[in-house]
């Protein structure tokens, strides 16, 4: 009398990649929480998912990279697998209008091109420090950039793990004092996409460890930009000259032609 | 006026603090259908707390429909708060951030009133910590005009007195009118610009029965602690306040459009109430017996309600609840119809019952049509055939030992059976039984699947004796013997070496439950023991990680030093037939008399059918209430 359980394998016709930002209040929701409330929005704004296999289907999502609890970003990025054509543009408005505001999706592109993963070589991460007067920090970052080491310990799943900072960092500056405005130190860091990853934390813990920087009100952090390094095309200048890509770009020109 | 600066939003403040406390999504609002009414055009403006942490409060049904409906009315507006957790407590204080809503985060002191939704009186001292965060007197007496009303709604507030110096009132039963009378009267009386003060706004709610205020009675006692009388102070009280009763479930769809945290929740899913009340009239189940009489939802409006929760949610789980949601009169063409309409999708159903019959099974083999059969729950409640007498539970085991095989025949690998220890007039033996049942149980499953990685689990609650049920005179079991009783019960089912390692057993310590009768059946003299315990860092008590025996033990030693009564007076002491009840002039629409008798009925071991299928019992419900029960009628649903 039991039945077997009808579950088939609805395979997805195309991919879509977006671009999305975790903003304000949001910032302090977890990876996990984002997931539950994109697949939820996926639903009511009846995106027609494709589901794996087996028996617990999970809609086809796949994450990158996602920002920490929190930080904000501008850039966090995820592939969907659809069932049927959609039109990419149709899709990022009624998944953002889906979505709680906070969680704003900036760009929808169709995938047609390999190893998107790998293109989100580094992140530039945005600092702000308030109370922290801007020569303190620079300070401490140079002290920090002078090193060739700069372990830190870190709480992960299975204890406790030492992670060098140091060499992941790619560049990094502080912007320069505004006048008449109360102290809020800002700094700009580009971080390396590595294993383990090397987060803003990690880098305030190396200020504090390096160079005794220890601010007195949480600093507030936003991921800006991930991206390929050095890849002049589209590319915007950071600190010290530095390039990072738009990772969406080949799949951008790839729909064009 | 300083209202602006009062009531403006603390979030600014807040963030500050959010980075550095477990879980801070949880504080900060933002949800799927959350609404936001302007504050400035609200002429009556709510703040509804559930005194636990967000994850438990926010799905609560109760604070979502009220929520839902108050904000659908012109000009009043009602927000959200929940219990903090102690780290961020910590740094509130620290700061000087106080108690906030999670939708605008406004302080709560701002608003008109607090309602606050108990469903176990282990969330007394949350109260407490969100008064006093939020800079609100924690005695009643000691407010002003410009504090808000606090007022207890849910379960718990039908005995409100251990709470009754923290409350301006409480509400007995479905809020649902309720909330909207209290509207309507404080708009009148602020229209005419609040006309004697706090005091007058409470005597209105008061005389015109929507709400019991504490502050309006006074409480006599013997000389042997006993309670003498409860006496009305003014003229325009009534002796006895009712409990409000919702008569036609359709007309109230609520929550229409749920809410969905961000944060992670214990219930990830939508549910849609299908009835509400109860009449198997289990003796122990203050829900069953406070919430009578029974009145379904139709089919036809479970369903919408269904379609349209799950578009307005992109939820993938919808929970058909109730009491004991078997009983429903159409449970059968209900599921059947969501069964089929959901079939082939991801959305996924589920039924709260523990019926133990062959027809839960049925049901429960429906909704699992196209997925996995993992567990099914039964509750025999106790574990000897007379112990199910004097409960009233009426399941022989012959029936749980069938339906348990139909279950294991079908494919349920797991079966969870649920019991309680330490009913009334129970022995060491009766406790015993549970470990021969679970046996009989996995045997008669490997019979009947033909397999052996079957498995059963015993889960054991500690039972609690309930104000407005038979078992209100009752003697509760002190801790000591539940705890050895429990433990016995666990050495029988390792002994056994053929079945025990099929069988898990789940169960607590007692001591929680100690605490939990003496502020169930307490009255005004116990607030003292509860304003002690939490000076003394009483928190999150239904939480076994905070729960601390000792610290209410020694609260409540000192708070009733100069008083006859202590600790065992109040939990393991039976009442006589002649003493005052604390909760005696609250009335949840049950005959005192007929109670009595049914707890006399219970002590000779004597059964009471379901009065929704056969004659009518006299409890007194459906006479004083003037309501009747409503089952749906076999057309309604298409
Ligand atoms: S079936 Fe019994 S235990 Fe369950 S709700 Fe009804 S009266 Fe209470």
Redesign the pocket.
């Known amino acids: 009398m039991s039945r077997q359980p009808p579950r088939e394998h609805v395979p997805p016709v195309q991919r879509f990649r977006i671009r999305y930002a975790k903003r304000g209040r949001l910032r302090f929701a977890s990876h996990r929480d984002f997931q539950r409330a994109l697949e939820r929005a996926l639903r009511r704004a009846g995106v027609p998912m494709a589901y794996s296999a087996g028996f617990t289907p999970h809609p086809k999502i796949s994450y990158a990279n996602a920002a920490p609890t929190g930080t904000a970003s501008e850039a966090e990025y995820l592939e969907i697998g659809v069932a049927a054509e959609c039109d990419a543009e149709d899709l990022r408005e009624r998944i953002d209008a889906a979505l709680p505001q906070g969680f704003d999706v900036l760009e929808v592109v169709r995938a047609s091109t390999p190893d998107f993963a790998a293109r989100l070589q580094a992140s530039r991460w945005r600092i702000e420090l308030p109370d922290v007067p801007a020569h303190e920090a620079q300070e401490a970052l140079d002290a920090l950039l002078a090193t060739s080491s700069a372990p830190v310990e870190r709480l992960v799943k299975d204890g406790r793990r030492t992670i060098d900072v140091r060499p992941a960092i790619l560049a990094a500056g502080v912007a320069s004092e505004r006048p008449g405005q109360p102290p809020c130190a800002i700094l700009t860091v580009v971080v390396q996409t590595v294993t383990p990853s090397v987060r803003p934390d990690d880098i305030l813990a190396a200020l504090r460890s390096v160079a005794g920087l220890i601010p007195p009100v949480p600093a507030q952090v936003t991921r800006e930009m991930q991206g390929p390094v050095g890849v002049a095309d589209s590319a915007t200048q950071v600190p010290e000259g530095f390039l990072l890509g738009d990772p969406l770009a080949a799949d951008r020109e790839a729909d064009q032609t | 006026m300083t209202v602006d600066i009062a009531s403006a939003s603390v979030f600014p403040r807040l963030e500050r603090l959010l980075p550095l406390v477990q879980k801070p999504i949880q504080y900060v609002g933002g949800e799927v259908n959350a609404v936001r009414v302007d504050w400035d055009a609200a002429e009556v403006r709510w703040v509804l707390m559930y005194p636990d942490a967000y994850e438990v409060g926010a799905p609560n049904q109760g604070v979502q429909i009220l929520y839902e409906v108050l904000n659908e009315q012109d000009g009043v507006l009602c927000e959200r708060t929940y219990a903090v957790w102690p780290d961020l407590e910590a740094l509130m204080r620290e700061h000087d951030v106080p108690q906030f809503t999670v939708d605008s985060h406004r302080p709560v002191g701002a608003f008109d009133v607090l309602g606050v939704s108990f469903s176990t009186e282990l969330g007394y001292t949350n109260l407490l910590t969100a008064l006093d965060l939020g800079r609100i007197p924690l005695l009643a007496a000691d407010r002003g005009d410009d504090h808000p009303l606090v007022i207890a709604g849910g379960h718990a507030a039908f005995n409100p007195e251990p709470i009754a110096d923290f409350l301006d009132a409480a509400v007995l039963g479905d809020g649902e009118e309720a909330v909207l009378r209290i509207t309507d009267i404080l708009r009148g009386w602020k229209a005419e610009g609040c006309p004697g003060g706090r005091a007058e706004s409470l005597r209105r709610l008061a005389a015109a029965g929507v709400a019991y205020v504490p502050a309006f009675y006074d409480v006599e006692y013997l000389p042997d602690g006993r309670i003498r009388r409860v006496v009305p102070l003014r003229d325009d009280i009534p002796w006895r306040v009712a409990k409000h009763t919702l008569m036609d479930l359709d007309e109230w769809p609520y929550p229409k459009a749920p809410l969905v945290p961000l944060a992670e929740t214990v219930h990830e899913r939508m549910s849609v109430e299908i009835f509400r009340g ?1 009449t ?3 003796r122990f ?1 203050q ?2 017996m406070i919430t009578r009489p029974v009145r379904e939802r139709s089919r036809s409006g479970v369903e919408s309600m269904v379609a349209r929760g799950l578009q307005a949610t992109g939820y993938e789980e919808v929970g058909l609840l109730s ?2 949601s078997a009983d429903h009169s159409q449970i059968a063409e209900l599921t059947t119809s969501l069964a089929d309409c959901y079939e082939g999708s991801q959305t996924s159903l589920s039924l709260p019952s523990t019926r133990v019959d062959a027809f839960n099974v049925d049901l429960a083999n429906e909704l699992s049509r196209n997925g996995r059969r993992s567990g099914l729950t039964f509750a025999p409640e106790g574990g000897s055939e007379r112990m199910r007498k004097v409960i009233n539970k009426q399941v022989t085991e012959e029936d749980l030992i069938r339906t348990v095989a139909t279950a294991y025949a079908a494919g349920w690998r797991q079966v969870k059976l649920y019991f309680m220890c330490g009913l009334p007039t129970e022995t060491d033996e009766d406790v015993l039984q549970i470990a021969r049942l679970a046996r009989e149980v996995i045997r008669v499953g490997r019979e009947a699947s033909g397999r052996r990685d079957i498995r059963c689990t015993v889960s054991i609650g500690g039972f609690v004796p309930k104000p407005h049920t038979p078992f209100q005179w009752a003697g509760q079991l002190d801790h000591e013997t539940t705890d050895r009783r429990l433990a016995a019960l666990r050495d029988a089912i390792r002994a056994d070496r053929e079945y025990g390692k099929a069988i898990g057993l789940r169960y607590h310590d007692g001591k929680p439950g100690t605490i939990e009768g003496l502020l169930s059946r307490g009255d005004r003299r116990v607030g003292r023991v509860i304003l002690e315990a939490w000076r003394r860092g009483a928190r999150f008590d239904g939480w076994s990680e905070h729960f601390d025996f000792g610290r209410w033990g020694q609260a409540a030693n000192d708070a009733l030093a100069d008083e006859p009564v202590d600790l065992d007076w109040y939990t393991t002491r039976e009442r006589h037939h002649a003493e005052v009840l604390p909760w005696d002039h609250l009335d949840s629409g049950l005959d005192r008399e007929w109670l009595w008798e049914d707890w006399q009925d219970a002590l000779d071991e004597g059964g009471v059918e379901d009065c929704r299928w056969t004659p009518c019992f006299d409890c007194g419900v459906c006479d004083q209430l003037g309501t009747h029960i409503q089952v749906a009628a076999p057309g309604s649903g298409a």
């Open positions: 109860c198997r009239g289990c189940c829900a069953g009491l004991s």
